[in-house]
């Protein structure tokens, strides 16, 4: 397995650049609230000054998408990457990521949702630890808790415990340490059979999604299982499944134990520990994780801890 990579931690007056590798923005209110976000966190904040012209569905053409995540890479003054948003995008244009550069100029990839494909394959091909935490459009709205994890973790301390009451231990598994990989299922759907694609063995794998009826989750995850991804890993955490119903409706809680159940089925043929209902996801409390670090799961404690991994650092 690749060591792990993993770029500076960020301190107050740093450059944060913005890139746009997926959907086109749709609502400037909610991205200057959320540049604003950043800039009372104490960082400055380098995008472009005409945005982004949009092309459909995406923020611009995959050439240029690409583009622009290799020159902010390039770019000595930015010292992180912060996703404009999700949606849709990242899968059409990583054939064109440099990733010799992604090696050499290693820095904080922050984003959620469809940004989990770019994150997780840049992990598989170099090692890069990132951020699974909100994207600019999303910051605005994200809850005190949520930004006092995003600032920690962008300042290099996500090795503080993530612990809840609302937490629910599904199966109690042995505690252990591994890497956690994971993110947006239907995102992580679209790549299997695909170059993109990537082991969950041995894995901690985190789990979330959004808007998706339960009949749909279901197929997602028997595709997943079909796909033997469930046959070895370390640990499985589901996140928020949102969207559909209101949160604590009767509605919502009957979603998510279809889901579980669903869940515990598929992987009856293993021990390892399953929890359900983490923080974090699409949802205001959406607690940011650092994906390709070791994580130590602890089901007795419903306890998330990243002790202190050898990384290795670019200068």
């Not at 996801?281 to 991994?309: D, I, M, V, W, Y």
Request: proline share 6%; net charge neutral; glycine share 8%.
């Amino acid at each position: 397995m690749m060591s792990p990579l993993s770029p500076l931690p960020l301190k107050k007056g740093d450059t944060i650049g913005i890139i746009a590798p997926s959907g086109r923005l749709s609502d400037t209110n909610l991205f200057f609230r959320g540049i604003t976000v950043l800039r009372e966190m104490g960082f400055n904040v380098n995008y472009p000054r005409d945005l982004w012209p949009g092309m459909e569905y995406l923020a611009d053409s995959d050439e240029n998408r690409a583009s622009e995540f290799n020159r902010l890479l390039r770019a000595p003054e930015v010292k992180a990457l912060i996703c404009l948003r999700g949606g849709y995008g990242c899968l059409r244009m990583i054939d064109k990521i440099d990733l010799a550069l992604v090696t050499a100029h290693p820095k904080m990839l922050i984003g959620f949702s469809d940004i989990t494909v770019l994150q997780n394959y840049l992990y598989q091909k170099t090692g890069l630890i990132s951020l699974h935490g909100p994207v600019v459009t999303s910051l605005g709205d994200a809850s005190k808790p949520t930004r006092e994890r995003f600032f920690l973790c962008l300042t290099g301390r996500w090795d503080e415990p993530l612990e809840g009451k609302k937490i629910d231990v599904l199966r109690n598994g042995p505690t252990l340490t591994a890497p956690l990989v994971g993110g947006n299922m239907a995102s992580l759907n679209s790549i299997l059979g695909t170059p993109y694609d990537f082991s969950w063995d041995d894995k901690i794998v985190f789990l979330e999604d959004i808007n998706e009826p339960a009949y749909r989750v279901d197929r997602m995850l028997t595709q997943l299982a079909l796909a033997g991804k469930f046959d070895r890993l370390a640990g499985l955490i589901l996140g928020e499944f949102s969207g559909l119903y209101p949160d604590g409706s009767t509605q919502h809680i009957s979603y998510l134990e279809s889901i579980w159940n669903r869940v515990l089925e598929l992987c009856c043929h293993a021990d390892f520990s399953i929890w359900g209902n983490f923080p974090s996801g699409h949802c205001q409390k959406n607690l940011t994780l650092p994906l390709g670090a070791l994580a130590r799961l602890e089901s007795e404690k419903t306890r998330l801890l990243f002790p202190t991994a050898r990384t290795r650092y670019v200068i």
